[in-house]
């Protein structure tokens, strides 16, 4: 009796795998793992915050920043630089480019519908 190459390819499949399962699981249980190897068994030190009375914190208290901010003069000068840049691709690129694509796809719609009223009144 023949048998189908699919399920040939089952089989070599559930072959490999019967082999295979029984060797990786005999080397992982060589190695163990302790729960302190997995788990630290110290806590981050959390930010001391005021406390409610019931030993919640106090979330109304504002919070520090982590990192120095930038000024405002600095965020100005940014903003300025940016704003700059964006002048000069848009002077350098004449249209923008979604102006052009709206236009486009104006386009595609008003030749879409021609062609659309054509069809119908040819087969009326």
């Known amino acids: ?26 080397a992982a249980s060589c190695s163990t793992l302790a729960l302190e190897d997995a788990a630290p068994t110290t806590l981050a030190a959390a930010p001391d915050r005021p406390l409610q009375p019931d030993g919640y914190p106090n979330l109304n208290v504002p919070m520090e920043a982590a990192a120095p901010q930038i000024a405002e003069d600095e965020r100005q000068r940014t ?24 236009e486009r796809l104006h386009a595609l719609a008003r030749s879409h519908a021609e062609q659309a009223l054509r069809e119908i009144e040819a087969t009326e």
């Open 79 to 102: 903003v300025e630089e940016l704003d700059a840049l964006r002048r000069k691709q848009q002077a350098q690129a004449g249209v923008s480019a979604a102006e052009s694509e709206a």
């Open 1 to 26: 009796m023949k048998i189908a190459y699919r399920e040939r390819i089952s089989f070599s499949f559930l072959g490999t795998g019967l082999i295979v399962m029984p060797l990786a699981l005999a």
